[in-house]
């Protein structure tokens, strides 16, 4: 079994920061990108940024420039840190993962989410 849990979310007033943090678990042989998408409410889940194992990254439109991924391999965590907050980034805020397990099986995962909320 392998799961992704994130944290880090919370309140936080327009043009400060946060920052997001996922660690994978369980029976992990390699993982190949992770990931932040999040979903506002009544909208669709949508990407926030990507990264491979490599380190390529990519990130919405949106958040470029103000949001920074990354992601540790040795402890098979990745985080999103995101500055200059503005209202329209509240939103449940999910990491994803692509696994390879110890049997070989090829996963796509998803953390249960955490809230991020901009206001003042």
């Known amino acids: 079994q392998v799961q992704l849990v994130e944290s880090g979310g919370g309140l936080v007033q327009p043009g400060g920061s946060l920052r997001l943090s996922c660690v994978a678990s369980?029976?992990?042989?390699?993982?190949?990108?992770m990931g932040w998408y999040r979903q506002a409410p009544g909208k669709q889940r949508e990407l926030v940024a990507t990264i491979t194992n490599g380190g390529s990254t990519n990130y919405a439109d949106s958040v470029k420039g103000r949001f920074t991924i990354s992601r540790d391999n040795a402890k098979n965590t990745v985080c999103l840190q995101m500055n200059s907050l503005k209202p329209e980034d509240t939103a449940v805020y999910y990491c994803?993962?692509?696994?390879?397990?110890?049997?070989?099986?090829?996963?796509?995962?998803w953390g249960q989410g955490t809230l991020v909320t901009v206001s003042s």
């Open positions: 994803n993962a692509t696994i390879w397990t110890l049997t070989f099986r090829y996963l796509e995962i």
């Open positions: 369980g029976s992990i042989f390699s993982i190949n990108a």
